[in-house]
C-alpha cells in the first residue's frame, strides 16, 4: 500500500501513539479540581505552549493572545467567521468549504476573485475593502491551498488590512509541518490549525488569537477554553496536537527538502509518461508535498479507482468534499475548463515518504495510463 494523500489526513507519529498509549490509560477531565483533573489541565497548557513555540508567538504576553482548542479546522474555521457575520468579511474564492459555505447564511461575506494560479486578485481586496461602510472587517485567506498547495501572500494581505482597520484570519490547516508558519511574523490576527494535518489526532484543531479580541463561543455550556467552547476538552488529542506540533517543528527543514525533492520527481515523471498533462499553480509559490495534475481526457475518478486497486491511495481534489461529488469550486473558481476540473488529481506525499514509494506510483501510472 502507498499513501499518497497526506493533505486529507496523515499518519499518527510515532512520537504521539507512545504519549496516546499511556495516557489512554488515565481518566482525563481537566475540569476536575482533583489531581488528574490538574494533570489533565497541565496537559493542555503544556500544548498551548507548544503551539505558541513551533508558531512564534508570544502566549504569555498577555492575557488576549490564546489558543482556543476545538474538535476540528472546521469548527475553528466556523468559529471566527460566525464572530463577525454582522460585521463585513472578505475571502478568497478558494477557501475551504468551511469558510466558504458561510456566505449562503450572510449577505455580509463577499468573495474576492482569485488568478489561474489561485491567487487572491489583491487590487479587489483592496477595493472592496474601501467600498466598505461596515466599522468592523475581517478577512479571511488561507495559507495554502488543499488542492493546489498553493501559497497565498498573507504579508501582503495584512499590509491592505492595516490600511482598512481590518482583522485578518488566515486558515493554516496545510501549511504547518509542511513550510515554516510564523504567526508573528506574518502578523494575522487569527489563525486555524488542525492537529490530523501533522501527525496528531483526528479531534483537535485549534484557533489562535493574536489580537485584543473578545470572542463569543458558538458552543455554549461548561466555562471550558476561558468560555469560548464549551465541551469537555479532547484531553488526549490535544495533548497529541501539541507533541505533533513541536515535532513538526523541530525538523521542519528536513521535511521540506525531502518533500520538494519527492514532488519534483513525481511531476517530472509523470510529464514523461503524458508530455501535455498540466501542473496547477506549477510557477508560484506552492507547498512541498502537493502536486495537482490535469491530465486531458482522463476522468480523474477512473485513475482514482484504477491506482486504488494496484493499492495506492491519491485523491481527486479536496477529500473533504469527495462525498458529495461536487465539482470543485477550487477550481471552478480558477477558472479551469470543465474537462480539466474532470480530470485533475491530487497527489500529497508526506514528510517521511520514501523515494521507492514514488518510483512504484510512477510505474503504476504508466500501466494506468496505458489501459486508458
Ligand atoms: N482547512 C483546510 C485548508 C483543510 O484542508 C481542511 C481539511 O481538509 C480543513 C480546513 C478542515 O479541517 P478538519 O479536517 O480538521 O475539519
Known amino acids: 500500500m502507498i499513501y499518497l494523500d497526506h493533505n486529507s489526513t496523515t499518519y499518527i507519529a510515532s512520537e504521539v501513539k507512545l504519549l496516546v498509549s499511556k495516557l489512554v490509560n488515565e481518566p482525563l477531565n481537566a475540569s476536575s479540581i482533583h489531581s488528574k483533573g490538574r494533570f489533565s489541565k497541565n496537559l493542555i497548557e503544556e500544548a498551548r505552549n507548544q503551539i505558541a513555540s513551533a508558531l512564534c508567538f508570544d502566549i504569555n504576553s498577555n492575557n488576549y493572545v490564546q489558543v482556543i482548542f476545538t474538535s476540528s479546522g472546521t469548527e475553528a474555521n466556523n468559529l471566527i467567521i460566525r464572530n463577525f457575520l454582522e460585521s463585513e468579511v472578505f475571502i478568497s474564492a478558494t477557501e475551504h468549504d468551511s469558510i466558504l459555505e458561510q456566505q449562503f447564511y450572510t449577505p455580509n461575506i463577499k468573495l474576492i476573485s482569485v488568478d489561474n494560479n489561485g491567487l487572491i486578485n489583491l487590487e479587489e481586496l483592496e477595493s472592496a475593502l474601501a467600498k466598505s461602510t461596515s466599522s468592523r472587517k475581517l478577512i479571511s485567506v488561507m495559507l495554502a491551498n488543499n488542492e493546489s498547495g498553493v501559497i497565498q501572500p498573507i504579508k501582503k494581505i495584512v499590509a491592505i488590512a492595516k490600511k482598512f482597520g481590518a482583522y485578518t484570519h488566515s486558515d493554516c490547516v496545510q501549511g504547518v509541518g509542511k513550510i515554516p508558519v510564523n504567526i508573528s511574523e506574518l502578523g494575522i490576527d487569527f489563525a486555524t490549525i488542525s492537529g490530523h494535518k501533522f501527525g496528531g489526532l483526528i479531534g483537535a484543531a485549534a484557533l489562535i488569537i493574536n489580537t485584543k479580541f473578545i470572542l463569543r463561543p458558538i458552543i455554549r455550556g461548561g466555562g ?114 470543465d474537462s480539466d476540473i474532470k480530470s485533475a488529481i491530487r497527489i500529497s506525499c508526506s514528510h517521511k515518504q520514501k523515494e521507492q514509494d514514488i518510483n512504484i506510483f510512477l510505474e503504476t501510472f504508466a500501466e494506468v495510463y496505458k489501459t486508458k
Open 224 to 337: 471550558q477554553e476561558r468560555g469560548a467552547r464549551a465541551g469537555t476538552e479532547n484531553v488526549l488529542a490535544i495533548a497529541g496536537l501539541g507533541l505533533a506540533i513541536e515535532m513538526a517543528s523541530r525538523n521542519l527543514l528536513e521535511r521540506y527538502e525531502n518533500m520538494s525533492n519527492l514532488q519534483k520527481k513525481i511531476e517530472e515523471g509523470v510529464k514523461s509518461v503524458i508530455p501535455n498533462i498540466k501542473i496547477i499553480g506549477k510557477d508560484v509559490e506552492r507547498l512541498p508535498n502537493t502536486s495537482l495534475i490535469v491530465i486531458p481526457g482522463f476522468d480523474a475518478e477512473i485513475q482514482l479507482i484504477a491506482l486504488d486497486l494496484r493499492g495506492i491511495q491519491i485523491s481527486s481534489g479536496a477529500a473533504c468534499s469527495n462525498n458529495n461529488n461536487k465539482r470543485s469550486r477550487v477550481l471552478t473558481a480558477m477558472r479551469l475548463e
